[in-house]
């Protein structure tokens, strides 16, 4: 998946740091991905609008105007119909989903420069400094049940 910058964008949303990159998704995102891009197509035929590789990934797709850039006020509208529905704690924001994605990254492992690039840190010290907690906390959780993790490691010899 590429991500490329942009200058076209009515809310004037940009990609950070403004520097293309390439970024790698799991089978089970691009088959969500390939299912969207169907939908979208569909929906665009059913209207008699062309679709180009590009335009925009999230756009109107069932109020006008169809295909437009979905706006930053559709976004804030749902997050703000999830919250009175329950969903999620009541200060979340869409921007949570890079913070999450993030942590999930170090947590399992991903080193911090690979994190840093797909987030499109200009440095790693950036993501360290915002991120560091989490592998931190991660050493502090393995240190403290090292007894789990080593109890594997015991050997039992046969008495002759």
Do not use: C
């Not at 560091?132 to 007894?147: C, F, H, I, P």
């Amino acid at each position: 998946m590429s991500v490329v910058p942009r200058d076209d964008n009515p809310d004037g949303a940009r990609v950070k740091m403004r520097r293309p990159r390439r970024i790698y998704a799991s089978s089970d995102l691009e088959r969500r991905y390939a299912d969207h891009l169907t939908d979208l197509a569909l929906r665009a035929a059913g209207l008699g609008l062309p679709i180009d590789p590009s335009d925009y990934l999230f756009v109107n797709l069932y109020r006008p105007p169809f295909l437009s850039p979905t706006r930053e006020g559709t976004v804030r509208d749902k997050v703000a119909a999830l919250k009175r529905q329950g969903i999620g704690s009541a200060g979340w924001t869409p921007h949570w989903f890079r913070h999450t994605h993030a942590t999930a990254l170090l947590l399992g492992g991903t080193p911090d420069w690979v994190v840093s690039r797909r987030l499109g840190h200009s440095s790693v010290q950036i993501t360290q400094d915002l991120y560091g907690w989490v592998t931190e906390d991660a050493e502090r959780r393995a240190a403290a049940n090292r007894q789990h993790y080593t109890e594997g490691w015991k050997v039992v010899t046969d008495a002759l």
